[in-house]
């Protein structure tokens, strides 16, 4: 059963940064790349970036650029998410979601992390 | 970036009717457009990949079609656990967009 469980909500202050990790299982860690979706209250899906976890290369969104990390640690088969510098327009209910390579879909998804960023 | 354009934005239906959302790319994607349903507060879940094929699970009153730039999600038989939010989503290249979403409701 595949599953993506991810950490819980966090609040943080403008300027700060949050770490989110997505913890995978039930199938093969390094066959897919790991993205992060999120979504501000009441808007559409905006897709963030993704890291292979066989290879640990990144693509990220230009607008995230320089203030998004993406990570992984084969160990326990979690990928994280960390973004600097935040600002209350980044509060939105993050998500990581798998995607096959051959096939791109994102089949399964974590069940949602809300970052609230207030002062 | 490829830009997704859904139609309508919302819609009310009645159980037991069909219903046909469009998603405009703003260039040609081939088939590489994936349909997912929200409901409020959970993550979104794969209805349709490369434009009309049904993910494991999905029941068959969902269908997909279109290539190149026009593409439909067609509802037949509207249940009462269909009245939720509909996105389209380029996989065709980077970064990944997401229409604005469809609304589905009572």
């Known amino acids: 059963q595949v599953l993506l469980v991810q950490s819980g909500g966090e609040v943080k202050k403008p300027g700060s940064s949050v770490r989110v990790s997505c913890k995978t299982s039930g199938y093969p860690f390094t066959d897919y790349s790991l993205h992060w979706v999120r979504q501000a209250p009441g808007q559409g899906p905006e897709w963030m970036g993704y890291i292979s976890p066989l290879k640990g290369n990144t693509n990220y969104a230009q607008n995230l650029q320089g203030r998004v990390t993406m990570t992984t640690d084969t160990s326990t088969d979690t990928v994280y998410m960390e973004l600097g510098s935040l600002r209350p327009d980044d509060t939105a209910v993050y998500f990581c979601?798998?995607?096959?390579?051959?096939?791109?879909?994102?089949?399964?998804w974590g069940q949602g992390t809300l970052v609230t960023v207030s002062s | 970036d490829i830009q997704m354009t859904q139609s309508p934005s919302s819609l009310s239906a009645s159980v037991g009717d069909s219903v046909t959302i469009i998603c405009r790319a703003s260039q040609s994607i081939s088939r590489s457009l994936n349909w997912y349903q929200q409901e409020p507060g959970k993550a979104p879940k794969l209805l349709i990949f490369?434009?009309?094929s049904l993910h494991s699970g999905v029941p068959s009153r969902f269908s997909g079609g279109g290539s190149g730039t026009v593409f439909t999600l067609t509802i037949t038989s509207l249940q009462p656990a269909d009245f939720a939010t509909y996105y389209c989503?380029?996989?065709?290249?980077?970064?990944?967009?997401f229409g604005q979403g469809t609304k589905v409701d009572i």
């Open positions: 979601a798998r995607e096959q390579w051959l096939v791109p879909k994102f089949d399964y």
């Open positions: 490369s434009a009309s």
């Open positions: 989503q380029q996989s065709f290249s980077y970064p990944r967009t």
